[in-house]
């Protein structure tokens, strides 16, 4: 298993374009086989950072979820609340793996 996290920097002004935004790629990750673990929001603290993890059983498999950037009409949609609003100011993706505990 992989797990994609991702670091957001978004814009406080656009929160309700950057839950549009998350909403869209939560059901994309789960209709094109991930498991998506949520978006965490501002609450307390800094209000221009945001978190989204989801997974993929194998890097394979998220480069094949991948392959529809830009091409796949959901995925622009999607990508298009993001360019429309601002909401995203800058993102950055990093893979995990699980330390899962031992039996």
Do not use: K, N
Request: some cysteine; proline content about 5%; charged content about 25%.
């Amino acid at each position: 298993m992989i797990t994609c996290v991702v670091h957001y920097t978004i814009d406080p002004a656009q929160i309700e374009a950057f839950e549009r935004f998350a909403r869209a790629w939560m059901r994309l990750v789960a209709r094109h086989g991930g498991v998506h673990h949520g978006y965490f929001l501002p609450a307390e603290g800094a209000s221009d950072r945001a978190e989204a993890l989801f997974s993929f059983e194998s890097l394979a498999a998220y480069e094949q979820y991948r392959s529809r950037f830009g091409v796949d009409p959901e995925f622009v949609a999607a990508d298009r609340i993001r360019d429309e609003s601002g909401c995203v100011l800058r993102y950055e993706r990093t893979f995990m793996r699980p330390l899962l505990p031992a039996d």
